[in-house]
């Protein structure tokens, strides 16, 4: 194999090496430029020395390496149960997973370690949501880079799933956040896949160091079967010819992923990620104006397959439509539905940014690249609303049968603006583009979220009637065709009256 190994021995062919820059000198305009638009992984270095964790949870080791400290971790983190990975166990596309307490969970690593094997069993905590169980405990800063994130924002105060037969307690907690922890002896590993959502992630190397093996979206299809249903499992396993045909003609780029460093894993890249050293990584999924098109376009394949997979069955369903979006939700975690509100709420909370930057003096922060910012958005949504609206979820008769909870949350924008959940959304994209546009953390105060009329924490003026103004043109959504023209009209509108 040419440029390296991977795990025991890749047999990809590897054709270079991912850029690594110092985040300590690099903007974010760079970032965007240089990366995040073009859709290219970059390692950063220089990022994570103030982060609690850093410190906290790990050991002075030989040289300058930092080790888990496994008691600490046990002690203070008591989490009842963990998502763990057997990495020796394959189940269908993944690896086998179960629960276990996090001392159940350390003990056997520790016992590993001085056994050399243990009970045979590779364990690698995976996805566990330490933001949420513990959100006092303020382990490390989103670099302003990764700000942007809308998926967690959402998140932070809506519920992915409206309908009832889809949201359960198993389901909301497995959709409670996409910020993770990863905890792993050497050896551990993650097997070939792009993330979920096709979303953009980061991730950070609190110890340890990582091999990573990235694919291009460009041909990501090599590493299917035939009919683009099953994929490789393990780069480095025997990968069937006959099975995968065009397997032999992917090239690769790697990256060895030190100790405080972060990589940024673009959308719809390939990749598979092994353990070097006894290792501890701090990851998020995320996505915004940049990549939502990406997000859309897996939806609309995800629901192609789960469309013909039922299809013999559309004319004895009572609502084949509304089956078709409960089985898109299992499988890839949001449907057409859930998307179309998130995409409407965004839209909205950039309508009411771009609402208060028309009089700067009414404003607590003004900046042209803030603007650009919040106009880029509204575009991405338009373009990808225009694309939703001719699918059959959103034609008249399916309209009609959508859930009550799912029209209310996208069509009434007066009950959408009075929310507290849209109210918390809108606080925490002024801060995220606030962080940005200033590169400080504590550099927004919060204002009373009661004041009346006005929603964004940016607003200074008293009687601010953001609220009265928007819905003068805009009170109802109907579907797509009227998010794909309202953003544009309300930028208009708004900005230049």
Known sequence: MAGGSCGGGSRVKVVGQVERVDGATLSYAEFV????????????????????????????????????????????????????????SREFSDQKRFEMSMREFVDHWAASSSNGDSDGSLLYLKDWHF?????????????????????????????????????????EINCADY??????????????????FRSYSWSANVCGRKLW???PPSQSHFVFDRNLRSSVYNINDDVSEKQFPEFNNTKWLECTQEQNEIIFVPSGWYHQ??????????????????????????LHEDYKVAKDYIEDIRDICDDFEGLCQRNLAANT??????????ITRFALANIVELYHIQNPKDTDFISAETANHFVYNLMSIRDVASK??????????????????????????IKI??????????????????????????????????????????????????????????????????????PEVASLSLLWR
């Not at 910020?179 to 979920?196: I, N």
């Not at 990620?273 to 897996?298: A, R």
């Open 179 to 196: 910020r993770f922890v990863y905890m792993g002896p050497k050896g551990t590993w993650t097997p070939l896949h792009a993330d979920v």
């Open 213 to 215: 093996l990235f694919l």
């Open 131 to 171: 933001v949420k169980e513990y959100p006092g405990y303020v382990a490390y800063t989103t670099p302003t880079f990764f700000a942007d994130d809308w998926l967690n924002m959402y998140l932070d105060s809506h519920p992915i799933h409206r309908d009832s037969d889809i949201a359960n307690h198993t389901n």
């Open 388 to 413: 939703m609206v001719s699918t059959e979820a959103f034609n008249t008769e399916n309209i009609c049968n959508i859930s009550e909870q799912n029209r209310s949350a996208f069509s009434d924008i």
């Open 333 to 342: 975690g949001m449907n057409f539905y859930d998307f179309f509100v998130f």
């Open 417 to 486: 603006l009075e929310e507290e959940s849209f109210r918390r959304l809108l606080v925490a994209l002024s801060k995220a583009y606030n962080y940005i546009d200033r590169g400080q953390k504590d550099c927004l105060k919060m204002k009373d979220s009661s004041q009346k009329g006005c929603l964004s924490v940016t607003c200074l003026k008293p009687d601010c009637n953001v609220v009265g103004d928007i819905i003068s043109f805009m009170r109802e959504i109907h579907g797509p065709m009227d998010l794909s023209s309202a």
């Open 33 to 88: 430029d240089r990366f995040m638009r073009p859709n290219l992984p970059v390692v950063l270095t220089g990022l994570t020395s103030s982060w609690r964790s850093c410190h906290d949870w790990t050991l002075a080791a030989a040289a300058d390496r930092r080790a888990p400290d496994l008691d600490f971790l046990a002690r203070s983190f008591p989490s009842p149960l963990v998502q763990v990975a057997d990495c020796s």
């Open 273 to 298: 990620v092994h353990n070097l050293e006894d290792t501890i990584s701090i990851n998020h999924n995320w996505f915004n104006g940049y990549n939502l098109h990406w997000v859309w376009n897996l």
